[in-house]
């Protein structure tokens, strides 16, 4: 029964071995010395890939595994490299994307010193955007550490999970550890769901919102055939971080504002509101009055127990989007109802002078079909809606959390996560200096991704948070001076720098038809 030490396999080993079961052989990561054992003799099957800085790491490995729909491991060092990576961390939490966070310690004999990178409380430190966070009590405990930070970061609501392990673990024996099959999906109560189908069957004028956990579940089909059935307009709720429903569509309604009172008009006039994988609402500024239209049957559909409990009206099922939404197409079938309005698009812009909306415009015309927008330039998200429609399923990525530095490196795990498909990094001047970094990522791992810089000189989304606060000037937000094309450059990613419409149009197709990175620099008028 019991064998010798040396046959049993490292710690390095038992978990190397985990990691392939559960398909994370990407590593993101920056290395110090007490994380440097876990790779020795880096095996040939596992790719390493350097972020510049941890803030970098967590964002491509969000990128990574939202494209992949797996969780993703990052590598960080010691407590500098969990602080570094919080801004990130506290985003992967927000999006509820999975991931599992190594955070070297220092070697359990010393840590009674408190030796040079010590983390004095490793396992906090991260809290409260981690699901779970470990130190083991011992060595041999780390696989099966890393194996439950797999499964609850893959468990709804998904999210970032962290294992602290001191350095000299990695050389020590264990007994190996099996990957297991753990259930994710969660079907919500039969029952509940039957009233929701009896009450949409029988609604005069029911009206959809749909949020990011339509796309995270791949429930996109069952979403069409859903607001299709029931000739019921669909709205992208507030913020959403991932495009659930074709823009395109004639029952499209658009995209509601994160304020109570206009979103409550948005939605006045339907008898039975169905909120589809999101919260019910996610707001930016302070609003009055009720949540919800007054009358309506509200109804509403989470995979987060969390988002249920605090819903000021209705009734919240807890289930995974697809299996929920699944459920209420086998619902009875509704009465006949006439088409909602169609939703009015803008006419078409001539690009003088440059604006973001031409940007925008240009990059709906000339972009390849099927490209993938991954956005932070906060003040272009309006125009962005109006001449930039996103149509097809997993096609349009942004930050859940409202913290900027995520959508660059996003871009790249993306990129990775999705190879051969085109990647457009829509970037705010402002946004893009949070991680520029990660052009150099972009330039080693020869990722198409055409990054374009909305260039307007400031942070134009605090001058106008100025103004709806009543301040005459928002200091503070003034970028002038920086030579976007210059920094692209000196990281190995080709350039151009452009303010007019016929040099963006150029530069556009330029970038979409290269196999590398390429950087557009749109400098707007004022
Ligand atoms: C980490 C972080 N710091 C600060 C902010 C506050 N903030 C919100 S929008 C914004 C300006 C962004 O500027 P830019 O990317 O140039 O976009 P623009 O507003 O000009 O469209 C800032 C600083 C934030 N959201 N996240
Ligand atoms: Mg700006």
Same mark, same amino acid.
């Given at each position: 029964m019991t064998t010798g030490a040396s046959s049993l396999p490292t710690v390095r080993s038992a978990v190397l071995s985990l990691l392939r079961s559960f398909g994370m052989t990407t590593i993101f990561g920056n290395p110090g010395s007490t994380e +440097?054992?876990?790779? *020795?003799?880096?095996?040939?099957?596992l790719r390493y890939v350097l972020g510049l800085q941890e803030s970098l790491a967590v964002g491509m490995a969000d990128g990574y595994a939202q494209a992949t729909r797996n969780a993703a491991l990052v590598n960080l060092h010691s407590a500098v490299g969990v602080g570094h990576a919080m801004g990130n961390i506290f985003t992967a939490f927000r999006n509820q994307t999975p991931l599992v966070l190594t955070a070297g310690q220092q070697a359990r004999s010393i840590l009674p010193f408190e030796p040079? +990178?010590?983390? /004095?409380?490793a396992t906090e430190l991260?809290?409260?955007? /981690?699901k779970w966070s470990c130190e083991p009590a *011992?060595?041999?405990d780390v696989p099966a550490a890393i194996a439950r930070a797999y499964y609850v970061a893959m468990q709804a609501p998904r999210g970032p999970t962290l294992v602290s392990i001191p /350095?000299?673990?990695?050389d020590r024996n264990c007994e190996p550890v099996a990957a297991r099959k753990v259930s994710t999906a969660v079907s919500g109560d039969p029952a509940l769901l039957a009233e929701i189908s009896r009450a949409l069957a029988s609604a005069e004028r029911p009206v959809f919102v749909a949020g990011a956990a339509v796309a995270r579940d791949d429930a996109w089909d069952e979403l069409i055939r859903l607001a299709e059935r029931h000739n019921a307009p669909v709205w992208a709720s507030p913020?959403?971080? *991932?495009? &659930?429903?074709?823009?395109? $569509? &004639? +029952?499209?309604a658009g995209f509601l504002a994160p304020d109570r009172e206009k979103l409550v008009r948005s939605l006045s006039g339907h008898d039975v509101l169905l909120v589809l994988g999101a919260p019910m609402f996610t707001y930016h500024v302070e609003g009055f009055g009720p $949540? /919800?239209?007054?009358g309506a049957q509200v109804y509403q559909l989470t995979d987060d127990p969390a988002v249920a409990s605090w819903a000021p009206a209705g009734t919240s099922v807890v289930t995974s989007l697809k299996l929920g939404i699944g459920h209420l197409l086998e619902g009875e079938m509704p009465r006949q109802r006439p088409a909602p309005p169609r939703l009015i698009r803008p006419p078409r812009l001539t690009g003088s002078p440059l604006t973001d909306s031409y940007v925008v415009q240009q990059i709906a015309a000339l972009r390849p079909k099927g490209s993938i927008i991954v956005e932070e330039a906060p003040s272009t998200r309006g125009p962005m809606h109006d001449y930039l429609p996103i149509v097809a399923r997993d096609t349009f990525y942004t930050c859940a &959390? @409202? @913290?900027? @530095? $995520?959508?660059l490196p996003a871009a790249v795990g993306i990129a990775l996560g999705r190879p051969g498909e085109r990647v457009i990094a829509l970037l705010g001047d402002g946004s893009s200096m949070? &991680?520029?970094?990660g052009l150099w990522s972009a330039a080693q791992l020869k990722l198409p991704i055409t990054f374009v810089i909305v260039n307007n000189a400031r942070y134009e989304a605090l001058r106008s948070f100025g103004r709806h606060f009543g301040l005459e000037k928002t200091e503070g937000t003034d970028l002038a001076g920086i030579d976007f094309s210059g920094i692209a450059r000196a990281q190995g990613v080709k350039a151009e720098r452009v303010s007019t419409a016929a040099g963006l149009d150029q530069a556009l197709q330029t970038a979409f038809a290269l196999n590398q990175p390429m950087l557009i620099d749109a400098v707007l008028v004022d």
């Open positions: +440097l054992p876990m790779f *020795r003799e880096f095996p040939a099957d040079f +990178l010590f983390s /004095v409380q991260p809290k409260p955007y /981690v *011992r060595a041999q /350095v000299d673990d990695w913020h959403s971080a *991932r495009n &659930s429903f074709p823009e395109d $569509h &004639s +029952l499209f $949540h /919800v239209p007054p &959390s @409202g @913290g900027l @530095g $995520h959508a949070y &991680s520029i970094q």
